[in-house]
Structure formats: C-alpha cells, structure tokens
C-alpha cells in the first residue's frame, strides 16, 4: 500500500525555561501512514504525541529526522507539503467566532488560495453532508460545540489535502455528537478517500473508527499495529473462569506463583478466577492446578477486552508484542 | 491569482468584522475625532494666533497618518495576539500561501478598508476647522504608497514580536506614542529624523497638503529617501518576521499563547 506520509527518526528536544534542563519530547520516532488509512496516534499525557503532530503539521521544527508527505519534505519544502495536509488541531478553537459559517469556510479556503467562486459548490456539499446547511448563516459562537466541531473538521476538509489531523476531535462533545463525528470521519475517510489521522484520549473512538494505531511512550513508539490485531491478541489470552467453590491455600499460592496477572474472587458456592495468559498452552497448566483438589469448573469465558485496557498494558509496559508492518 | 484570492479573503473578513460591529467601529471612529478636537482646542486657547491656520493645518494632517500607522502598524499586533489566544494562529501557520504573505495581505486589508475611515476623518476634521485642505491625489499617491509600504515593514515586526512574545499588549499601548511621536515630529526640528519610517513621507504630505506643493515640484532627493525608507523598512521588517517564524517553529510557540 502506498504510503502517503512517512516519518523517520523523528527527534525533538526543548531546555526547560527556569533550570534549562534538556527535555527530550520525542525520541527518534519512525512511522508511516498509508493512503486512505485512518490512523490513531496515541500516548499517555506529556509523552510526545503533540510535538509529533506539530512537527507533521509543520508547526514545529524537528531537531533531526525527517517528514515526507507525498514525496515532499515537510522543512525543505514546507510550503508544498503543506499542500497536502490539513489540521483541526484545537477543534472549535481553530475557527472565527465572529464569522458565520460560511464566512468561516470562505475565509479559510481564501488563505489557501482558493476563490469564494471556487469552493462554492464545495461548500454547498459539505454543509449538506456535515448536516450545518439551516446554519449556514449562523454566527460561530452561536452554534453548539459539536457543530463548532464539524464545523471545523469540514473547513480542513475544504482544502482538497490529502490527510487531515485531529487533535482530540471528539473532546467535550455529548455522546450522541461524539457518535456523529465518528461516522462523519469513516464517511470522509472512505468516500472521500483522505487518510485520517487521529490523536485522542477517547479510546471507545480510536477502538471504533481507526484502523491501526502508533502508541508513543516516553517520546518513542511502543506499539505499530493494527487495532483489530491488538484487541485479537489480547483478546484470547484473558479468560474468566467459574468455579464451584472455594480454592485451597495451596492452590491460590501456586496460581499466584504461576498466574501473577491474575485475580481470585472467592465465593463459598461460586468462585470467579480471572486470569490473561502470556501462551495459550498455559491453560493446561491451570486445569492442572484446579485439578489437586478436583475444583470443578463450571464455566470458561473469553474475557472481553477493550482497547483502553490494551492501551494501558501496553503504555505500563505490562504487555509487549511485536510491532507490526505498517501496510 | 493565489494572491488576489487571498487578499480578496482578507479584506473581506476585515470589511465584514466593522460592518458587523458597527457600534465598535462609531466608537472609535469618534474616539480619534474627539482626540482631534481635543488637539484643535488646544491650538485655539494656547497656539500663536499669527501661526493658527498653519498649526491646524499640520495637525490635521498629522494626526490622519497617525490613525493610518495605528491601523497599519499597531492592529495587526493585536491581531496576532488575538489569533494566538484564540487558537487560530495555528491554522493560518499552516497555510500553504505562508504565513508572511497573509500578513501582508491582512496589511494590505486594513489600509483598504480603513481608508474610508480615514477619508470620513479627514473631511470630518476639515469641515469642523474649516481648514480645507489641498487634495493633490495624483501627488499624494505615490508618496501615500511608498510611505505605505515603510509601515508594512514596521507592521511586520510588530508581527514578529507578537509570534515570539504573545503577551505585547502593554509594547502595543506605548507604540502608539510612538508612532505619534513619529508622525508629528517637524522635519525641520530634526532634518537626520528623514530615515526613519513615515516621517519623511507625512513630511512631503504635508508639503503637498498644506502648501500645495505638486508632483513636479517634489524634489529627486526627496523621493529617494522615501523610496529607500520604503525597500529599507519593508526589507528589515519582512527578515525580522521571517526570522521569528523561523524561531518559533525552532522553539515550538507558533502554537503556544
């Protein structure tokens, strides 16, 4: 698959303004982002991702390592590159409050050098799809925060780029609003054709709506793979198991030793045993432990994981896999 | 074409915002009214009676460029330090056209939109004092423009500054001293002052305005020095912009307020 944006050995360090110390923000991070794709970059709070961004988006001077965006690089040719990129980076924050909508659109497309006549018809379809049409002449500070939010997502849609970013693009919205902006961004990912890359705390939405996900930790990439990959390979290795009642001393003592991922929830008639395996084959193992004292196990379940758990492990370093290929 | 797209963007989005606070835009339309005023009476209880005319006269003028300056050199600080807190610094950052060009465009807004104003003030100004002056516009133009253009490049590093420091309101307020201080400075006082930005040009302004000296009469000396006022502060300004964006990018404020 062809990549559209590659970034590689990215690094950036700023000197703390009181003590001068030396922070390293973002160590050597490398990534590439494929056509089409909508992509999740995600990190703990302070870890890197926003001067990523900002780097991408041209904002911020890395101090070494290198950006392409469709062939271009983003320093020696910023202006071109800039192109091809588009960013809603402060959500409602990025528009003209005192503008209507349709100002607002005009305005932006004006300073990419576009005409009003030019973008008109764009315009008119956008409003339509983004569901702002009967808001067309409503002053900005008017509207609600998930119309400021979609909104703005359309005004980087206007500029034609051919990868848009945003920052925390469902932050502060209601959950009917959040769930809007999620099939607006498949919607724009896949009929539009433009790669999507998203930066958010809201796990439920990069689980929902991205395809792959960067994890940066303390300024590196910790993690490069699909999200389907992710929730697959967390996903058979957690197992709730019912049991038919209490455990001995001696078995919760080896199953501690053996399972230290896992947790005991004694009941004198209905015991619960949750526990995440590192191999599959250590089920085996298990079953033999229950076995000693012949505790009868009334139910396996397949734990359900979600990717805030997944993020956490992998953000705590609880759980390593192997980085996948980015295509 | 890019370029007239964005300056039509721009202009359009400065006409739009004083139409749309219009009761803000009569404000301070009679705020620098009232300031003249203020000067008039001034020169009416305390001025040499023998010199009176000629003293309202200069001032009118004087006092016209100083609204320009504040418009050209001063709003577009408040602009960006606006844009900064408001989160939209950050869009017109990532503009392909470039950020320089926006500001000049945005420079170029004001004076267009605001010389209505500025029009209005004058007549205003002309009409309660009674004093008329001579509006040679085919003299005025040229000298009007390069003079334009040393604002521009003042304008630019007021620009740069507010990327950089964010926080210039209270270097925005004493600028507006001295751009006065710039502005109604005789030249005759001090003839070295010619270099600096707009004194010269409000100087020949006045030559024309006030003793109806024409395009022929200006002499080859006198449009050199605003010709080279103009490339040299336009220059200066545009470098010192471009470096602060250089820098802010280096040090990641472009985003930061």
């Known amino acids: ?327 | 074409m890019r370029w007239l797209h964005l300056l039509k963007a721009n202009t359009r989005k400065e006409y739009i915002e004083l139409k749309r606070y219009l009761p803000n835009t009569i404000a301070m339309l009679l705020t620098f009214y009232i300031i003249f005023l203020a000067m008039f009476a001034g020169i009416q209880v305390i001025g040499d009676p023998s010199t009176q005319d000629m003293n309202v006269q200069f001032v009118i003028v004087n006092y016209i460029f100083w609204y320009l300056a504040m418009v050209v050199v001063q709003d577009i600080g408040w602009q960006i330090t606006n844009e900064a807190t408001q989160g939209t610094l950050e869009q017109l950052s990532m503009s392909p056209m470039g950020v320089w060009k926006i500001i000049l465009t945005r420079l170029l807004a004001l004076v267009l939109v605001h010389f209505l104003i500025v029009v209005v003030l004058l007549y205003l100004s002309m009409l309660t004092t009674g004093q008329w002056l001579n509006i040679d516009v085919l003299t005025l133009l040229p000298i009007l423009v390069l003079t334009l253009i040393s604002m521009f490049g003042l304008g630019f590093i007021i620009a740069g500054m507010s990327i950089i420091f964010k926080q210039v309101q209270a270097f925005l307020q004493i600028l507006q001293f001295i751009l006065a201080g710039l502005v109604f400075v005789p030249l005759s006082v001090a003839p070295f002052l010619a270099f600096l930005p707009i004194v010269k040009g409000v100087d020949l302004v006045r030559s024309v305005m006030i003793d109806g000296i024409i395009l022929t009469g200006i002499g080859f000396g006198d449009y050199m020095i605003i010709l080279f006022n103009a490339i040299f502060y336009f220059v200066i300004g545009l470098v010192f912009f471009l470096n602060c964006e250089r820098m802010a990018m280096k040090k990641g404020l472009l985003a930061h307020y």
């Open chain 1, 1 to 327: 698959m062809e990549s559209i944006i590659e970034v590689h050995n990215l690094k950036k360090s700023y000197k703390k303004r009181k003590t001068k110390e030396e922070i390293h923000a973002v160590k050597g991070i490398s990534f590439s982002v494929n056509r089409g794709e909508i992509l999740g970059l995600l990190e703990p709070n302070g870890a890197g991702k926003s001067t990523t961004i900002k780097m991408i988006c041209g904002l911020v001077k890395p101090d070494s390592g290198r950006i392409i965006i469709k062939g271009l690089d983003n320093h020696e040719k910023r202006l071109k590159a800039l192109r091809h990129i588009s960013a809603v980076l402060e959500g409602n924050r990025n528009l003209y409050w005192r503008l209507t909508v349709r100002e607002n659109m005009e305005y932006f497309a004006g300073n990419r050098g576009f005409s009003r006549k030019e973008v008109s018809e764009q315009i008119d379809g956008l409003l339509a799809e983004f569901h702002l049409k009967d808001k067309e002449y409503e002053l900005v500070n008017r509207l609600s925060r998930g119309m400021q939010q979609k909104l703005a997502i359309a005004v980087a849609m206007l500029a034609d780029s051919d990868v848009i970013l945003l920052d925390e693009p469902t932050l502060g919205l209601d959950v009917e609003t959040s769930y809007e902006v999620r099939e607006l961004l498949q919607h724009v990912a896949h009929d539009h054709h433009r790669t999507i890359i998203i930066s958010s705390h809201d796990m439920d939405v990069i689980q929902d709506i991205c395809e792959r996900t960067v994890i940066i930790n303390n300024g590196s990439v910790v993690t490069d793979d699909r999200v389907e990959n992710l929730l697959k390979l967390f996903e058979v290795r957690a197992y709730s198991l019912t049991l038919g009642g209490l455990l001995t001393d001696q078995q919760q003592q080896i199953l501690q030793q053996k399972f230290p991922l896992s947790q005991y929830i004694p009941d004198t008639y209905q015991s619960t045993f949750e526990v995440e395996l590192e191999k599959s084959e250590e089920i085996y193992e298990l079953f033999d432990i229950f076995k000693i004292e012949s505790t009868p196990v009334e139910a396996i379940d397949r734990k359900t994981v979600d990717f805030e758990q997944i993020f956490m492990k992998i953000v705590k370093g609880e759980a390593k896999h192997e980085m996948a290929p980015s295509s």
